[in-house]
């Protein structure tokens, strides 16, 4: 599976991007997906993820309510809509595939992973 994250800019604090990760193979809809994001200096970090049906989401507290990811399976896309943006949001998001989606939130357990897009919030 190749990852190919977009969708990243700079935003005013407030504001809404939405991410895409667009992926490559016929064997997209059996992986749940996942974004991180790792700022600066920082660990890369869960964001949210979402299982192969699309019929589970999870969340980090710090984006809960605020972000939301969707998966449409047909066009092998998985989205991040990322509304009410703080600059502490600003960070390099990689999206990435799972294959067994055991401990979904642990990016050592993710199989593919893409380049990652930047999102950078001013205040």
């Known amino acids: 599976v190749q990852l190919q994250a977009s969708g990243g800019g700079l935003v005013q604090a407030g504001g809404s991007l939405r991410l895409s990760c667009a992926a490559s193979g016929r064997t997209f809809s059996s992986y749940a997906m996942g974004w991180f994001r790792q700022a600066p200096g920082k660990e890369r970090e869960f964001v949210a993820a979402?299982?192969?049906?699309?019929?589970?989401?999870y969340y980090a507290a710090s984006v809960e309510g605020r972000f939301t990811i969707s998966r449409d399976n047909a066009k092998n896309t998985v989205y991040l809509q990322m509304n009410s943006l703080k600059p502490e949001d600003t960070a390099v998001y990689y999206c990435?595939?799972?294959?067994?989606?055991?401990?979904?939130?642990?990016?050592?357990?993710?199989?593919?992973w893409g380049q990652g897009t930047q999102v950078t919030v001013s205040s």
């Open positions: 990435a595939a799972d294959r067994l989606a055991t401990q979904i939130r642990n990016r050592y357990q993710y199989d593919y």
């Open positions: 979402i299982t192969w049906s699309g019929g589970r989401t």
